[in-house]
Structure formats: C-alpha cells, structure tokens
Nanobody
Framework: QVQLVESGGGLVHAGGSLRLSCAAS????????MGWFRQAPGKEREFVAR????????YYTDSVKGRFTISRDNAKNTVYLQMNSLKPEDTAVYYC??????????????????WGQGTQVTVSS
C-alpha cells in the first residue's frame, strides 16, 4: 500500500519561506512522477508543481513560477517543495501526490493515483 506523508507546513509572514517534505512508501518511487497540489477554503484543489522521476524535469503553475522549487531525493523516497516569497494567497492545505509516468495532463486531479493527508500552510499579511 502506497503512503505519502507530508510535513513542514505552518504559519509564516508574507515574504517568508517554508519547505514542505513528502515521504513516500512506494517501491517505484524513482520512476514515478511526484507532485504538489493545494486547496484553499471554498476552492477546488489546484495543481502547483510536479517532478518526473525519469530525467527530473519540472513543471509549475504560473502563479508560483520563480518562487517555488520542487525537488526530490530518490535515495530517501522524498519530494520537497521549497516555497519562497510567500503571499497570503498561497494559504491552503498542500497535498503531495504520486502517479505513474504516463503522458497525461499534470493539472487534472483525477490523473494522480495516490495522495497524502495534506499539510496546512498559512501566510499572514
């Protein structure tokens, strides 16, 4: 059974930084695509970033480009999301997700196979 466990959320002032971590218990981790989504109160879950296991290419939603960085350590089965220059609109529950490496739209929630329980990020103004 695949488990994804996020950590690193918290409360930060606008302009600050946080690093989220997601530990994965999946034997195919090094080949899987890992991603981060977020969901603000009253809004749908939205794609934030993803990183492929093969080649390590990354992709970000426009609103976080230049501020967030996704990375992974395959030896530790862990994916990270470094968030800098945080804004109040980044406030949300952040979810780690995993899927097999297939050619599908990253931003569609239904295309992802496994999800973590989420970690709260709150950015105060």
């Amino acid at each position: 059974q695949v488990q994804l466990v996020e950590s690193g959320g918290g409360l930060v002032h606008a302009g600050g930084s946080l690093r989220l971590s997601c530990a994965a218990s999946v034997c195919t981790f090094s080949r899987d695509v890992m991603g981060w989504f977020r969901q603000a109160p009253g809004k749908e879950r939205e794609f934030v970033a993803r990183i492929r296991g093969i080649g390590g290419s990354t992709y970000y939603t426009d609103s976080v480009k230049g501020r967030f960085t996704i990375s992974r350590d395959n030896a530790k089965n862990t994916v990270y999301l470094q968030m800098n220059s945080l804004k109040p609109e980044d406030t949300a529950v952040y979810y780690c997700a995993a899927r097999r490496d297939m050619i599908v739209a990253d931003w569609i929630v239904a295309n992802w196979d496994y999800w973590g329980q989420g970690t709260q990020v709150t950015v105060s103004s």
